[in-house]
């Protein structure tokens, strides 16, 4: 991509209480699929994008673990951390991470139990063509039930819907955002916990500050025991990151 690399902050600091069964002592995003932790394919679409020219890596449950695995650099791809003391949920974990980035930059923010094929590039000049305060990345799966779905006219967010229960297809937030830092001003002194999903994006949303790049392909994320068992299937559709 063109104008400069840019920062990323990929959420690695949940507690993956629905996988604990499974990695009962390992954080969600070292959970093995195909012999690597899938952080790693998250990471691999960084560095291989040339989009990104630094990470940060927000941790909190079992950061010692996280941290002690990747070091300072995947692969080449520089690597900082930012780390959780207490439980500050999504928004605060966001607003301490963006300490860790280029000021007054817009960074790329990606959850650590997902992933998605999405055009970055396209998503940058979406983000600068709309003056966005927040532009996100739609994937299209064929079972919103679990996930909620987004209303969106000409590719600005009106709504995210809440999950029905329902097993559909529909088109769902895939957890790839590019983000103005001065959009979260209003949230600079909040108390802990902050959610992004139910609090920060609601918000911008009722401003008319939130667009949606459609166009995401493959997703998948391992929040729960059914999609992490699919993991190994999917990445195996594609090649693994190197050793």
């Not at 667009?211 to 190994?232: C, E, K, N, Q, T």
Request: positive net charge; charged residues 20%.
């Amino acid at each position: 991509m063109s104008d400069g690399a840019l920062d990323a902050v990929v959420l690695c600091g949940g507690r993956g209480t629905r996988l604990a069964g499974l990695l009962p002592q390992l954080p969600k995003p070292l959970a093995p699929v195909l012999g690597r932790p899938f952080l790693d394919y998250v990471l691999e679409q960084l560095r291989a994008s040339g989009a990104v020219g630094r990470v940060v890596l927000a941790t909190g449950h079992l950061a010692e673990a996280v941290e002690r695995h990747y070091g300072a650099a995947y692969r080449g791809l520089p690597l900082r951390y930012s780390r959780e003391r207490e439980a500050l949920g999504t928004g605060g974990a966001l607003l301490l991470a963006m300490r860790e980035t280029a000021p007054g930059a817009p960074f790329l923010l990606l959850n650590g139990d997902s992933f998605v094929d999405v055009d970055l590039a396209a998503l940058r000049a979406l983000h600068r063509r709309a003056s966005s305060g927040l532009t996100l990345a739609l994937a299209e799966v064929d079972d919103a039930a679990r996930y909620g779905t987004v209303r969106v006219a000409r590719q600005r967010v009106l709504a995210f819907v809440e999950k029905s229960g329902l097993a559909r297809p529909g088109v769902i937030n895939a957890g790839v955002y590019l983000v103005e830092p001065a959009a979260l001003a209003p949230w600079a002194g909040a108390a802990p916990p902050l959610s992004l999903e139910t609090q920060i994006m609601p918000a911008l949303v009722a401003a008319g500050r939130v667009h949606a790049l459609h166009g995401a392909r493959r997703f998948i994320d391992i929040g729960v025991p059914d999609s992490y068992a699919g993991a190994a299937g999917f990445f195996a559709a594609a090649p693994a990151p190197p050793r």
